[in-house]
């Protein structure tokens, strides 16, 4: 096992309130280009998925999403403290978000 | 691979770069018939009423207008007369004048009652949805079978439209474009220019930064509206969280910092009311709750026991479909009034007590599954899915994670007015932080009948106004301002910018972006607000108040030279928080200008015992002309007779209601 330490400061929370498949991104920056709140920017590469430069800004209104055209690309992870939770009436299984 | 970390790894220092190309101290200079401030509803409507009058209109934004203001969706369309509605456009408005006291802006409501359906067809003629059309609910108790319209809440007046809202501004935008709308976004609108450089004269344009290069604007205009929304970021702010304040982290307080800078009078600024801590709500209209947009979802306890219902005037009731009817008596129902000619029906009022005791057991879960079909489609998968944030982040995620509304309860976190389960709303919040928020009808702009300000050539519409509110009034509002502003323009002879003026502001806004450190806009933003809730929380008094002014003071002397910004994008932060630094004092002002207490208001003065005494059951205005702060009074009627105020100024109006 590897280990590596890096001298960081801490990193504004939530931190990842998109995750962006770099699969499946084109690097088109739609969602760079109409987040509402400028959260992302784009990628110092060609065709790279955007970056998350301010996610502590997100409002989590998911319009990078709706104006992405890749299906999968760019998801909306709601922070972990906003995860709701729900009962199956049936059986009384707890699931959430 | 997307966080700024993982770029860094990968990219080493090239990852600090910024992005865009940097254009500090360059200007750009444009020349306009009609410039609108703000691209949300109002401004995107008041953007197509001008330019359909052939005249050359610029949508001046801080975010991009194709998504800010509301566009992530929108699902009432309220206040609305329209053919399947017995409700006039007088009846209309009486909901709120008598929820909230006489302090409601008539003025404003009335044009939007008389217009908000013809907006809604326009908007629909643009490429919004509005109707049912595939049939999803025919045969739904709150579907017109006719129109194909679905109305809410209450199935008898049908005063409100449910709407797919998610639709709206992205037709909307591509509507501006398509008239030839210059649509500038990112770009942070910092002051407005007056004839002579001077406070309280005709407004001749607008300063702006763009907050990816730091180009600077200076937007030359015949008329100017003014559409940036209230003050929503005074005492609510959390550093980390940013993003997650009450009701939407680009309403700070631009709007009015502007305007009251350049002398435009404003009201109802002394009101507040409690507020939730910023930054710890949960998903908006993710968790089970029995309201707005989850009206009139059935609720149960831990154990499956169903929370009963009282109609409007707290008369039990059983059925499902009883909670959609007035009580005996009732008017209609108002939006979120507590009145009880207009209160909706609701859980039992003593819920709370009934928690306490132990009669229902938490969690509480909202439980659609029983619910009529109809009613369980229209909330999950219609009402949740077109209101605001909740598409892609409650009905698209919740449902990939696997919720089933036909099998699933979703848990409640609301309800009870205290822990762990604070109230949804302001009047069941514990307080300590307090806000304007919109469901709370907040102070702003005073304008005449052409939706003008004192100001000449400066109109206001939306949240601008004061006591404004809701989507359709913002979006019938802008495109009223738009026909008025457009008139003005006309006819108005050509402005003339004062380059001193100019010199100053640009000077001012980049300022930070020459320092390297200092203190960061965070740090500032939130010492800000502890300001509003340590001088100007509930309880007020003078001297408290006047201790405020001295902190902002202080602040505004030694604090602010020091504020930096590492790029453009932060110097709009800054920028933004200069602007609370105003519209803090513009609050305080108000507050001492009212020498007197209001329970309509959420205004205690502990040197004025009495509660709305009748001498001060008035509008108190506030304005700034050379620097002095003046105050004034305006009656609570003042814009009586209203139908005849309102068809005197439009007489040319074709439209629903026209007469
Ligand atoms: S819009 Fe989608 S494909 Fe385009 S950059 Fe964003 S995540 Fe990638
Ligand atoms: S959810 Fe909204 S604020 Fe967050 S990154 Fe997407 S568009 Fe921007």
Request: with cysteine; net charge negative.
């Amino acid at each position: 096992m590897k280990y590596s330490a890096y001298a960081m400061p801490n990193l504004p929370t939530p931190g990842n309130c998109v995750t962006i498949n770099p699969d499946i991104c084109t690097g088109c920056c739609r969602c760079v280009e109409v987040c509402i709140m400028d959260v992302l920017i784009p990628n110092p590469e060609k065709k790279g998925p955007p970056i998350i430069l301010y996610p502590d800004e997100c409002y989590y209104d998911g319009c990078c999403v709706e104006e992405c055209r890749e299906s999968g690309a760019i998801t909306l992870n709601h922070p972990l403290m906003q995860r709701v939770r729900w009962k199956r009436k049936d059986t009384g299984e707890h699931f959430r978000v | 691979m997307s966080t700024f970390f993982e770029s860094f790894s990968q990219h080493g220092e090239s990852s600090l770069k910024w992005p865009y190309p940097i254009k500090y101290g360059e200007e750009t200079e444009l020349t306009t018939d009609v410039l609108v401030l703000g691209g949300g509803p109002a401004g995107c409507m008041a953007a197509i009423s001008a330019a359909k009058r052939g005249l050359s209109v610029i949508v001046a934004d801080k975010s991009h207008s194709k998504r800010a203001g509301g566009g992530s969706g929108v699902d009432h369309w309220v206040n609305c007369p329209n053919p399947a509605s017995p409700v006039t456009a007088e009846e209309a408005i009486e909901w709120e004048v008598n929820s909230y006291g006489g302090y409601a802006n008539a003025l404003s409501r009335y044009i939007a009652a008389r217009e908000s359906y013809d907006t809604l067809l326009e908007i629909e003629e643009m490429g919004g949805k509005i109707r049912d059309l595939n049939d999803e609910f025919k045969g739904a108790p709150f579907r017109d079978e006719k129109t194909k319209f679905l109305y809410a809440y209450d199935y008898k007046n049908n005063i409100t439209i449910r709407i797919w809202g998610t639709t709206f501004k992205p037709a909307m935008y591509k509507r501006c474009k398509k008239l030839g709308v210059k649509m500038l976004n990112r770009l942070l609108v910092t002051s407005l220019l007056t004839e002579d450089g001077r406070q309280g004269e005709r407004v001749v344009g607008a300063t702006g930064l763009n907050t990816r290069t730091g180009e600077f604007f200076i937007m030359k205009a015949k008329a100017v509206i003014n559409c940036m929304s209230f003050a929503e970021g005074n005492w609510l702010f959390s550093s980390e969280l940013t993003g997650l304040p009450y009701f939407h982290p680009n309403i700070i307080c631009d709007g009015p910092a502007i305007a009251w800078n350049a002398g435009a009078e404003f009201t109802m600024m002394e009101k507040s009311s409690p507020a939730p801590a910023p930054g710890y709500q949960l998903p908006s209209y993710g968790s089970g709750n029995p309201k707005n947009t989850w009206y009139p979802a059935t609720m149960v306890d831990a154990q499956g026991k169903i929370i009963p219902w009282v109609d409007g005037k707290g008369n039990p009731i059983n059925d499902v479909s009883e909670r959609t009817l007035p009580a005996e008596g009732q008017k209609y129902f108002g939006d979120r009034s507590l009145h009880p000619d207009h209160r909706y029906s609701h859980l039992v009022d003593d819920l709370e007590t009934r928690i306490r005791n132990g009669e229902y057991m938490l969690p509480l879960y909202a439980d659609l599954t029983d619910m009529p079909d109809h009613e369980r489609r229209v909330i999950w998968g219609m009402m949740v899915g077109e209101e605001g944030r909740t598409k892609v982040p409650v009905y698209d995620t919740y449902t990939a994670a696997g919720f089933d509304p036909k099998k699933d309860l979703l848990q409640s976190y609301y309800m009870l007015g205290g822990e762990p389960f604070p109230g949804m709303w302001q009047h069941e919040t514990v307080p300590y932080f307090r806000g304007r928020g919109p469901f709370a009808s907040p102070g702003g702009l005073v304008t005449d009948w052409n939706l003008q300000t004192n100001l000449e050539g400066l109109f206001a519409a939306g949240n601008a106004l004061y006591a404004g509110n809701y989507y359709s009034h913002a979006a019938a509002t802008g495109r009223y301002a738009g026909r008025k502003a457009a008139e003005y323009a006309l006819t108005s002879s050509d402005s003339v910018i004062d380059r001193d003026q100019v010199t100053a502001e640009k000077n001012r806004v980049l300022a930070p972006a020459q320092l390297k450190s200092g203190m960061d806009w965070k740090e500032l933003r939130a010492g800000l607000c502890r300001v509003m809730q340590q001088y100007c929380g509930e309880i007020k008094n003078e001297n408290l108040l006047n201790l405020g002014l001295i902190w902002l003071k202080d602040i505004r002397e030694n604090i602010l030279p020091n504020v930096y910004a590492h790029n453009p994008h932060m110097l709009g932060r800054v920028i933004e928080s200069f602007n609370l630094l105003d519209g803090n004092e513009l609050i305080i002002n108000s507050c001492l200008a009212r020498r007197a207490s209001s329970k309509h208001l959420g205004f205690t003065r502990q040197e004025y015992q009495e509660m709305d005494p009748p001498d001060w059951h008035a509008f108190v205005t506030t304005s700034q002309k050379n620097g002095q702060i003046t105050s004034d009074k305006l009656s609570l009627d003042y814009s009586n007779p209203i139908s005849l105020n309102y068809e005197r100024h439009n007489s040319d109006y074709k439209g629903y209601l026209s007469h």
